[in-house]
């Protein structure tokens, strides 16, 4: 039985990062968050408030979280917990290609933030939280649903909650 699906409005940059900071402090190794939305929707500024929340930084505290988009992925290693691994999947040719970049091993060990998870297509695992970000009614603002795995559905009740 699939979880209910939240969307969740984010009037700002500023609401997009507490979204974000807010999943980092409930994920945990072995997690998948597939971030999908168009060019623009705030993918990357989600996945940089999620980062900067599992180092303990924030954002004009020196740590730089480029986007992968060039790389496809960055690896950050909090003090503790987990590797983040930060995938950018829209030059990806083939699902396969994802495992030159050891996405088995973010999976397994890590958290893995992925912006594009529709290039994996069926290697996407089944256990995800999935967050679809689109444009919002102002120019700085962005629409979050988030589509739980059974997993998720208990760890982000509390966000989605009135």
């Known amino acids: 039985m699939a979880a209910a699906t939240f969307a969740i409005d984010l ?4 609401a997009t990062s507490a979204l974000a ?16 939305g168009p060019l623009g929707s705030g993918k990357t500024s989600f996945a940089r408030g ?8 924030s954002p004009g505290a020196g740590q730089d ?6 790389a496809l992925v960055e690896i950050y290693q909090p003090d503790s917990g987990p590797a983040i691994w930060h995938f ?6 083939m699902p ?9 091993d973010a999976f397994a060990e890590g958290v893995a933030l ?12 089944t256990e995800h939280l999935g967050i679809a970000l689109a444009a ?11 589509r739980p795995s059974p997993g998720w559905a208990d760890r982000i009740a509390g966000l989605t909650r009135g």
Request: glycine share 6%; net charge positive; hydrophobic share 45%.
């Open 11 to 14: 009037p700002d940059e500023r």
């Open 21 to 36: 900071a807010a999943l980092a402090a409930r994920a945990r190794r072995g997690d998948v968050i597939a971030l999908s």
């Open 50 to 57: 999620f980062i900067r929340a599992r180092l303990g930084t």
């Open 65 to 70: 979280v480029p986007s992968p988009t060039f």
């Open 88 to 93: 950018d999947l829209y030059r990806l040719a």
């Open 96 to 104: 396969d290609d994802a495992y030159e970049l050891g996405i088995e």
């Open 114 to 125: 992925i912006e594009w998870p529709e290039r994996l297509g069926a290697r996407l695992p």
């Open 136 to 146: 919002g009614p102002r120019a700085t603002a962005r629409v979050a649903t988030l």
